[in-house]
T-cell receptor, first 109, second 119 residues
Framework: EDQVTQSPEALRLQEGESSSLNCSYT??????LFWYRQDPGKGPEFLFT???AGEEKEKERLKATLTKKESFLHITAPKPEDSATYLC??????????FGEGTQLTVNP | GAVVSQHPSWVICKSGTSVKIECRSL??????MFWYRQFPKQSLMLMAT?????????EQGVEKDKFLINHASLTLSTLTVTSAHPEDSSFYIC???????????????FGQGTRLTVV
């Protein structure tokens, strides 16, 4: 059974204080790892897809990396508008996604 | 990215009535759409996979007679919560992948969600 574990559950940062979110996964035959951002009362917003170990992708202050067992979402010099819940999901066989529980990020001004 | 529109964004209904939620892919075709349920401070729980022109595939523990799914076209799937009860109150979210893109590894795009409150 595919499993995704995200840590920490919640993270509070000061504006400008860089940090990383972790997503550990156990799947048979990873076909894609996905990062989403979810604001309260909204659907998830797509951020990144990673396919193979060693791959990295960047978007503004966010950078996602992937190893064979985990993925990190690095946030550099975060701003209050980066506050949201960040979700990690994996796809093994078929087209369904298995989601982690998410990390709730709060960036204080 | 591709746009998935979900309607309504919120609905309040009386116990015992039925509610229909629509999910549309606006700029792409989707042979498969997914319906999720999300409780406060929890992650997304897949309820069912909606297949265009055929029956939906429900996850274990999800009552197919209560949560009716119809995927009549390549751009529209609907979820009807029948005989709703207060315990059905939740945040329902749909997602879709562009079926015009080859392979299963592309990202899924999500609707904005529907907050259902049954009173």
């Amino acid at each position: 059974e595919d499993q995704v574990t995200q840590s920490p559950e919640a993270l509070r940062l000061q504006e400008g204080e860089s940090s990383s979110l972790n997503c550990s996964y156990t799947v048979s035959g990873l076909r894609g790892l996905f990062w989403y951002r979810q604001d309260p009362g909204k659907g998830p917003e797509f951020l990144f897809t990673l396919y193979s170990a060693g791959e990295e992708k960047e978007k503004e202050r966010l950078k996602a990396t992937l190893t064979k067992k985990e993925s990190f979402l690095h946030i550099t010099a975060p701003k209050p508008e980066d506050s949201a819940t960040y979700l990690c999901a994996v796809r093994a066989s078929g087209s369904r996604l298995t989601f982690g529980e998410g990390t709730q990020l709060t960036v204080n001004p | 990215g591709a746009v998935v529109s979900q309607h309504p964004s919120w609905v309040i209904c009386k116990s015992g009535t039925s509610v229909k939620i629509e999910c549309r892919s606006l700029d792409f075709q989707a042979t498969t759409m997914f319906w999720y349920r999300q409780f406060p401070k929890q992650s997304l729980m897949l309820m069912a996979t909606s297949n265009e022109g055929s029956k939906a595939t429900y996850e274990q523990g999800v009552e197919k007679d209560k949560f009716l799914i119809n995927h009549a076209s390549l751009t529209l799937s609907t979820l009807t919560v029948t005989s709703a009860h207060p315990e059905d109150s939740s945040f329902y979210i749909c997602s879709a992948r562009d079926s015009g893109v080859r392979g299963f590894d592309t990202e899924a795009f999500f609707g904005q969600g529907t907050r259902l409150t049954v009173v």
